[in-house]
């Protein structure tokens, strides 16, 4: 029956739930990517799906695959790894390894963090992986399974290559993964100096800015490269909220200071948090197909809260989005429903909804009674459209 299933939208005005204004925010980074973890908000996306060179930003994932073998039990932080002579003659940033040591995981981590170690990048990979070409290929396979589709890695340290590329939004992704994944090592993130044995002085400061400025930043990696410019893969806590964010093509390590510092403010001061829908709310109504009720109630399963504007205006567009009649068998709880919230400047909330109540199939007269109602709507629809 053409009509059986079609898409219901009801207005839920009942609901006091206010709507974003558009937040415009300049960002002077050739690309970036903003995201509000504890609410799962992107916030900004500038060219955030494009592949880019990623510099060193893309150490992260050598640390993600490390953190995974310490994980596993594959490693552990007082492992120690042999330094290859291809290690040592890495160029850029290093711990100043040579082939007589023997770093251990947890010195390899700090070294790679704080002094952006090249040379304990390849120590890593071929440590895990036999050598690095192995362990490229072993980052493209984990990221493809992370949902990082923009990514293509041929080493381990984002040492320029011009296949070797990252989208913005896939580092983001990645730093998310890092902080949830792997809590107990993120800590190292926010270590500010580190010197291995005392070889680098110069190099012993970490390069991340936010670090220092007193805005709950507390990670995560620097980049920089000719072509790939200024970067930074950050993230930052002001009160029950985490802001992830990514920027790059910043011309100066200060100009990518102050973007970084402007992203932060923009995001914690722009937008709060506010409670939207109480658990067992009723929204809407919903008919039921051929069951032992004829209607449930189309209630919120949980608290919802959702991020918007410090400023809001009333709401406009907010519907419910089904589609329907829905048929029994339906279970009390069971999702069955969407409260779309449009928020300019943000993507559309959409909030599961979930049955109030059981509903069995029905038996020969409840089934003959839906039936008949459908075969009346298709009529009267029918009607009006020859009219």
Wanted: charged letters at 25%; glycine letters at 8%; proline letters at 5%.
């Amino acid at each position: 029956m053409t009509g059986l299933f079609r898409l219901i939208t009801c207005a839920a005005a009942a609901l006091s739930i206010a709507l974003p204004a558009q937040a415009a925010f300049e960002t002077r980074a050739t690309a970036a990517y903003v995201y509000d973890l504890t609410t799962d908000t992107v916030l900004l996306e500038k060219q955030a799906d494009e592949p880019l060179p990623p510099a060193s930003m893309s150490k992260l994932m050598t640390l993600y695959m490390l953190f995974e073998a310490l994980r596993d039990g594959r490693v552990t932080l007082e492992t120690e790894f042999q330094v290859s002579t291809k290690a040592r003659l890495m160029g850029g940033s290093t711990m100043f390894l040579d082939e007589t040591d023997r770093p251990t995981v947890e010195q390899l981590i700090k070294g790679i963090v704080v002094q952006s170690g090249n040379d304990a990048c390849v120590v890593v990979a071929e440590g895990l992986a036999g050598s690095e070409d192995a362990f490229a290929r072993l980052m493209n396979d984990r990221a493809s399974d992370l949902g990082m589709t923009g990514s293509t890695f041929v080493n381990s340290t984002g040492w320029p290559n011009p296949n070797h590329r990252m989208t913005m939004q896939d580092l983001g992704v990645l730093a998310t993964r890092l902080i949830q994944d792997f809590p107990e090592y993120y800590g190292y993130f926010a270590m500010t100096e580190y010197d291995f044995d005392g070889r680098s002085p110069a190099n012993r400061f970490t390069r991340n800015p936010i670090l220092s400025l007193g805005i709950g930043g507390d990670g995560l990696k620097t980049g920089h490269t000719e072509e790939a410019g200024f970067g930074l893969v950050g993230s930052a806590v002001q009160g029950n909220r985490r802001v992830v964010f990514v920027v790059t093509g910043l011309d100066s390590r200060v100009a990518r200071a102050e973007e970084s510092e402007r992203v932060v403010s923009w995001a914690f001061r722009q937008f709060v948090e506010r409670g939207m829908v109480a658990a067992g709310t009723v929204v809407a109504d919903a008919d039921i197909w051929m069951g032992d009720h004829t209607k449930i109630s189309l209630v919120a399963g949980e608290d919802v809260s959702l991020l918007m504007p410090a400023t809001a205006d009333e709401p406009k567009d907010v519907r419910v989005e089904y589609r329907g009649p829905l048929e029994a068998p339906i279970e009390a709880g069971q999702p069955v429903a969407e409260l779309v919230v449009p928020r300019e400047g943000l993507p559309d909330a959409r909030i599961p909804l979930v049955s109030d109540r059981d509903v069995a199939r029905g038996g020969f007269l409840p089934r003959v009674r839906s039936a008949a109602k459908v075969l009346f709507r298709e009529a009267i629809d029918q009607a009006q459209q020859l009219r």
